[in-house]
């Protein structure tokens, strides 16, 4: 009983302080302590509802319990983020991202391409992850070789259509205008096509960004060495080591909000010309 009431009481008191802070300015400080407020209020009804029901900690382990479990296991937690997150998902970001904006470059370059390879990778990225991953597991084996192929997969085909998308985000006008200027097509590509398509970019690699943590995660199912974060909440699962799997998920929130994060902080030291970066 005196637990429901303190998950009552922190819902309450979450709702107040929230209220009390849409209803101010909007300054920087509110911005930032309204997700804070809200994510601390969650935790704290998750707590008092878990020990108030005397939920099995097999089902739904408390938040304390898996900060506990998180702190005695930072050294697993940690050797399975480098295989995953650095290894696996980082590597194949970097190149899936990559070749895709070069080839959309090239699909702008030649537009028989955009005929006839944008269907192709329209049918690839519809392809489910979980019939592909694998596949790309046997072909590139069980370390972080073959996570990194899955992402690339998943984080290519975004890519490369926000990239196509604004390379043409540029008018006719502006275009005349450069040819007028006798601009080639590669000055005009770099004054002009690739700063109006940077907003396009940064839309696909964001985006991107929890496509390739999902990818890395889910491709560990199907095969992995004994370290990573998706062989470890599968293994884990199957030990009923619920708090583990709980505290790999924390790491994998966390990484995956800070990638966006740095993409977004990026984006608006590039983009800061853009009406969507100003205040």
């Known amino acids: 009983m005196m637990w429901m009431i303190f998950a009552i009481a922190a819902w309450a008191f979450g709702w107040w302080i929230n209220m009390r802070l849409a209803r101010g300015r909007p300054v920087r400080w509110r911005s930032l302590a309204a997700p804070i407020v809200f994510g601390v209020t969650l935790i704290a009804i998750w707590e008092g509802v878990v020990r108030g029901l005397e939920i099995s900690p097999v089902l739904l ?7 506990v479990r998180f702190g005695a296991s930072l050294d697993i937690l940690w050797v399975d983020f480098v295989q995953t997150v650095l290894k696996g998902a980082l590597s194949g970001y970097v190149i899936g991202c990559g070749a895709a904006f070069l080839i959309a470059v090239a699909v702008d370059r030649f537009p028989f391409l955009q005929r006839g390879l944008l269907p192709v990778g329209n049918f690839v990225a519809a392809l489910p992850i979980i ?22 997969v998943m984080v290519f085909f975004p890519m490369l259509v926000n990239t196509v998308q604004g390379l043409q985000a540029t008018d006719t006008m502006q275009r005349d205008l450069m040819r007028t200027y006798g601009a080639s097509y590669w000055v005009t590509l770099f004054k002009l096509r690739l700063p109006a398509a940077m907003p396009f970019v940064f839309n696909g690699l964001k985006i991107g960004t929890t496509l390739a943590l999902i990818g890395a995660i889910v491709a560990e199912f199907f095969g992995s060495p004994i370290r990573g974060m998706g062989f470890r909440i599968s293994t884990s699962v199957g030990q009923l080591a619920l708090d583990l799997v709980w505290a790999e998920i924390v790491v994998a929130a966390i990484a995956g909000s800070a990638f966006y994060g740095a993409m977004a902080l990026i984006e608006r030291r590039i983009t800061f010309w853009h009406p969507s970066q100003r205040n």
Do not use: E, H, R, T
């Open 61 to 67: 382990p408390a938040p304390s319990a898996i900060a």
């Open 131 to 152: 019939g592909m991953a694998p596949i790309l597991v046997m072909w590139f084996g069980f370390d972080w070789q073959s996570k990194a192929a899955v992402v690339v």
